[in-house]
């Protein structure tokens, strides 16, 4: 049974540009959530897909976005990047209204120079 | 703004002692709680799960609960070197419908052997 897979799982950028990261969530969940983890600090939540639509939003500008498909997979996508965004980006997998477990993926060390 | 706090450590024990971790949460609603031990670079791991008050054990690890506190611990005995890591408590706030977990910022926990 495979866990939440997320790639790439290091990039680096330059200010400005956009980048695209991606995640499978673990068999049988029907929910992604992305978190922006910066170094010393617990992770921020971005926001949540189900249903291919964007159920809840943290406080994150427009500059984030996402996507989710058919098959449950996710996208997080950033614009503009600045040297702020650089972080660890999580992904985790759940069931909708559980509140049970999230299993989180390996996460993507996004640097933006 | 729903908060869950805890201690940034260092918490420095000896190999073989008790190690105890300590989180509060501030939405008194909530019915699932959560830790996670998340080693340096890596992405967080579910250890523990807890939903009523009381105690959980799971193998070295004890999680306990108090709601009218509003307070969650982990305690974790035997500690062992390899247990070093990032201890972070999350929490499922009342009322998130689309569940969405809040994080604590996390308590690092050094074992010395």
């Known amino acids: 049974d495979a866990g939440v897979t997320q790639s790439p799982t290091h990039l680096i950028k330059t200010r400005g540009q956009q980048v695209t990261l991606r995640c499978s969530p673990k068999?049988?969940?029907?929910?992604v959530s992305w978190y922006q983890q910066a170094l010393g600090q617990g992770p921020q939540f971005i926001f949540q897909?189900?249903?291919?639509?964007?159920?809840q939003r943290g406080n994150f500008p427009d500059r984030f976005s996402g996507h989710q498909f058919p098959n449950y997979s996710s996208e997080l996508n950033v614009n503009a990047l600045l040297l702020g965004d650089s972080a660890l980006y999580l992904c985790?997998?759940?069931?909708?209204?559980?509140?049970?477990?999230?299993?989180f993926g390996q996460g993507t060390r996004l640097t933006v120079v | 703004q729903k908060e869950v706090e805890q201690n940034s450590g260092p918490l420095s024990v000896p190999e073989g002692a008790i190690a105890s971790l300590n989180c509060t949460y501030s939405d008194r609603g909530s019915q699932s709680f959560f830790w996670y031990r998340q080693y340096s670079g890596k992405s967080p791991e579910l250890i523990m799960s807890?939903?009523?008050?009381g105690d959980k054990e799971d193998g070295r690890f004890t999680a306990q609960l108090n709601k009218a506190s509003q307070y969650v611990s982990l305690l974790i005995r035997d500690s062992q070197p390899s247990d070093s890591a990032t201890y972070l408590c999350a929490v499922y706030p009342e009322g998130s419908g689309y569940s969405t977990l809040t994080f604590g910022k996390g308590t690092m926990l050094l074992v010395s052997p």
């Open positions: 068999s049988g969940h029907d929910t």
């Open positions: 897909y189900y249903e291919e639509e964007e159920r």
């Open positions: 807890i939903y009523s008050n």
């Open positions: 985790a997998s759940s069931l909708v209204w559980a509140n049970t477990e999230a299993f």
